[in-house]
């Protein structure tokens, strides 16, 4: 069974940094500098602990499958970042789970937008952004992290 918690604890900010730079690189060939993108403002995140920002880590037997957050970007628009699912999690429902934590999270907060970046490899959960009501505003073909990428800006209004 996968459970969700908010509170972050020891070993959880390196174990979301490894899962992304583990992950990406396996299936995207990203290198070492993915890590260092996703753990600079991972603990920038832990040390501010702001009541508009949350962090969801989905577990399963105590080993972490899965993370999502929202991030204050300004008053009014949250970003949504570290959404992952590894990939002996997926197919069960746990990405939508996550996305709707967010979005719930970030209307409760009073956020006007939600806005996210990802890369277009990452098509099944670009169908999930779609699916839950977000539009692509944005694309910019370049070079990150060792790879070729197409970046993708998502963007979704709160009603």
Same mark, same amino acid.
Do not use: C, N
């Given at each position: 069974?996968?459970?969700?918690?908010?509170?972050?604890?020891?070993?959880?900010?390196?174990?979301?940094?490894?899962?992304?730079?583990?992950?990406?690189?396996?299936?995207?060939?990203?290198?070492?500098?993915?890590?260092?993108?996703?753990?600079?403002?991972?603990?920038?995140?832990?040390?501010?602990?702001?009541? $508009?920002?949350? =962090?969801?880590?989905? !577990?399963?037997? /105590?080993?972490?499958? #899965?993370?999502?957050?929202?991030? &204050?970007?300004?008053?009014?628009?949250?970003?949504? $970042?570290?959404? =992952?699912?590894?990939? !002996?999690?997926? /197919?069960?429902?746990? #990405?939508?789970?996550?996305?709707? &934590?967010?979005?719930?999270?970030?209307?409760?907060?009073?956020?006007?937008?939600?806005?996210?970046?990802?890369?277009?490899?990452?098509?099944?959960?670009?169908?999930?952004?779609?699916?839950?009501?977000?539009?692509?505003?944005?694309?910019?073909?370049?070079?990150?992290?060792?790879?070729?990428?197409?970046?993708?800006?998502?963007?979704?209004?709160?009603?």
């Amino acid at each position: 069974m996968i459970t969700v918690r908010t509170d972050l604890r020891p070993g959880d900010v390196g174990e979301i940094v490894r899962l992304h730079g583990v992950l990406y690189a396996r299936e995207h060939g990203f290198d070492p500098t993915f890590e260092a993108y996703v753990a600079e403002p991972l603990a920038r995140f832990a040390i501010s602990g702001s009541p $508009r920002e949350r =962090l969801w880590i989905a !577990e399963r037997e /105590g080993r972490i499958v #899965g993370s999502i957050a929202i991030v &204050e970007t300004s008053p009014g628009t949250a970003q949504l $970042r570290w959404f =992952l699912v590894d990939p !002996e999690a997926r /197919g069960q429902g746990l #990405g939508g789970r996550l996305l709707d &934590e967010a979005i719930a999270f970030s209307r409760e907060r009073s956020y006007r937008t939600i806005v996210l970046w990802t890369v277009s490899a990452l098509a099944a959960a670009a169908r999930l952004y779609v699916a839950k009501g977000f539009a692509r505003t944005e694309r910019k073909p370049g070079r990150l992290w060792g790879a070729d990428v197409v970046e993708e800006k998502y963007e979704r209004r709160l009603g």
